[in-house]
C-alpha cells in the first residue's frame, strides 16, 4: 500500500480554507480512481512547541502505479487544479510506502 | 481517535537511523498503554521537487487522554528518551485529530 501524504500549513484565515477544503476539494479527490481511503486529521497541538502544520491529509492506494494513474486521471487532475487554486502556498506533499501497520493489544 | 504524528527528515546515514528506528525504538513505542496501531511509512518521492521527509510515523489511541496517558508512562518516557538520543534534530512532533475517514469504492 502507498499513499499521497499533504501537510498544510496553517492558512491566514482557517474558515475559508476549511469550506475550500472540506466542502470543494474533498469531494473532488474522493473520484480519483482506484483510492482505497482517505484520512484527514486535523492537528491540535505539539509535544514542544507549536504545530508545523494545521492539516494532514493521506489519500492510499494499493501501489504506485495506481496511485499514478489516480494523479494522472482527469478526476485527479481536476482535484490538482482546484487545490493549488486556494493552497498552493500551503501544502507540501509527498509520496509514502507503508511499511509497519502493527495492531497492538487493546487490552489496556 | 486522535494520534501523535513524527515527522522525520533525513538521516546523515540512513541505514544506522533504520536500524535505531526498527530495532530499538519501534519495539519500545510499541509498548505504550492504550496504543492502538502504529503506521510507519516510509517517503519515497514527491510530485513535486524532492520530499522534505524521511519517513513518517503515526501513533492512534482513543482520545487525548489517552495520548497524554501514553506519554507520561514508564514506557512513553522509555520511547522519548530512546529517540532524542538519535533523531532530536530530525524529527517533527504533532497531535492530530482524525476528523474523515472516508472509505471508497474498491470498483476500480
Do not use: W
Not at 473520484?31 to 502544520?53: D, H, N, T, W
Not at 482527469?74 to 509527498?94: I, R, S, W, Y
Amino acid at each position: 500500500m502507498v499513499k499521497l501524504i499533504a501537510l498544510y500549513k496553517n492558512p491566514v484565515t482557517p474558515q475559508e480554507f476549511d469550506q475550500q477544503y472540506f466542502q470543494d476539494h474533498i469531494p473532488l479527490a474522493s473520484k480519483m480512481p482506484g483510492l482505497r481511503k482517505i484520512e484527514v486529521s486535523r492537528v491540535f497541538g505539539a509535544p514542544q512547541g507549536e504545530a508545523e502544520y494545521y492539516l494532514v491529509a493521506e489519500l492510499y492506494f494499493d501501489d504506485m502505479d495506481a496511485l499514478k494513474a489516480a494523479m494522472t486521471s482527469p478526476e485527479g487532475k481536476a482535484a490538482a487544479k482546484n487545490l493549488m487554486g486556494f493552497a498552493k502556498d500551503l501544502v507540501t506533499m509527498m509520496f509514502a510506502q507503508v511499511e509497519e501497520k502493527i495492531p497492538t493489544c487493546t487490552c489496556s
